[in-house]
């Protein structure tokens, strides 16, 4: 089982002058987000928030303007102090260490991506990489050296010596991705760090970051509003409403079992052809009744793409397989409700 690196347990997030006033009236009387704001002139940013993001993991959080994405992000790092409930990175309550030691954190083991990268114009873009090692007295040959091995993992070798206003809005976001990962940070929190740019240069940066989170092993928290990117990066993603997580899932959950019609909405114009699995939609092999002698067969990872691919070929079910076995079957109307989504057949 994978390591947990990060757990938030029963998170609140209230604000205003009387929070504590209206996390003790939610807890005692069950009171809601329309009361907390009536009777006590407060805002519930976050409401009961629960998860844990293993090691490794691209956890995305994903919900419309205003939904608590970015305020329940900022736990993490604390950044934002939580009303009620813990967060623990690796085992540790960050509600209960030093100033000291949260400094620490910040500085060695979370890196943070902003969508507004704010870097410092006067400065090479190997400086504004290096920057947090010299703010921790990292002599200037190493973190000039550890910079440099970060541009490399971003695809900016040759580009040190330029200023930031002499590269693209794309080359400025991997600059910002190299600077965070400068320090070789245990987990990263992206904050929309791909939201203004171009579609293409957006997709390409997408593919980029995945792959190398998967090369170095990085525990990624990345909030967007974009179910296409949370889709598209995601081993697992969280949508948000008015402070709740309404659903915590893969992708292929998220899209085949949206937990209500808020997220059925969010789901309803994505492709499924890469997205679904054959296990999502194959029957038991003993439901078909009927000779599979020559049928064609897919792994149970296949996609819809493939397996509409084979499915063309033949008018019997598709076979699908695991680890060598016949484990079910695939069917044309069975094929079209997965293609459908979210639909029993």
């Not at 604000?15 to 519930?44: N, T, W, Y």
């Not at 990263?188 to 997408?206: C, H, N």
């Not at 052809?273 to 149970?300: C, F, N, W, Y």
């Amino acid at each position: 089982m994978s390591e947990t690196v990060v757990k938030v347990t029963d998170v609140w997030k209230i604000f205003g002058a009387r929070a504590e006033e209206a996390m003790a009236a939610v807890k005692s009387k069950g009171i809601g987000k329309p009361e907390v704001l009536s009777e006590f002139q407060c805002v519930v940013g976050v409401q009961n928030a629960n998860f844990e993001v293993a090691r490794g993991e691209i956890f995305c959080i994903m919900g419309l303007s205003g939904s608590g994405k970015s305020t329940l992000v900022r736990h993490i790092n604390r950044l934002i102090e939580p009303t009620a409930g813990k967060i623990e990175i690796l085992g540790q309550d960050v509600s209960t260490i030093s100033e000291k030691e949260l400094r620490r954190i910040r500085a060695q083991q979370i890196g943070m991506v902003f969508q507004h990268m704010a870097l410092m114009p006067h400065r090479s873009v190997r400086d504004n990489v290096a920057y947090p090692l010299e703010i921790r007295k990292v002599s200037k040959s190493k973190r000039w050296a550890v910079s440099d091995h970060a541009l490399g993992l971003v695809d900016l070798t040759g580009y040190e010596d330029r200023l930031p206003r002499e590269l693209s809005g794309g080359m400025q976001q991997r600059v910002g991705i190299a600077r965070a990962l400068a320090s070789d940070p245990e987990i990263l929190l992206m904050d929309e760090p791909f939201s203004a740019l171009d579609p293409l240069i957006r997709l390409q940066l997408q593919d980029q970051f995945k792959a190398l989170v998967a090369q170095l092993k990085k525990t990624t928290l990345f909030i967007t509003h974009d179910l296409d990117e949370a889709i598209r990066i995601g081993h697992r993603i969280a949508i948000m409403k008015d402070g709740v997580i309404v659903q915590i899932g893969t992708p292929e959950q998220i899209v085949m079992e949206p937990a209500d019609d808020y997220v059925r909405e969010f789901v309803q114009g994505i492709s499924k052809l890469k997205l679904v699995k054959a296990h999502s939609i194959m029957q038991p092999l003993e439901s078909h009744t009927g000779s599979l002698d020559g049928a064609l067969r897919a792994d149970h990872s296949a996609d819809l793409d493939q397996l509409i691919d084979l499915a063309v070929q033949t008018d019997q079910p598709v076979v699908i397989t695991e680890d060598g076995s016949d484990v079910g079957v695939v069917t044309k109307p069975r094929l079209l409700r997965g293609i459908q989504g979210g639909k029993d057949e």
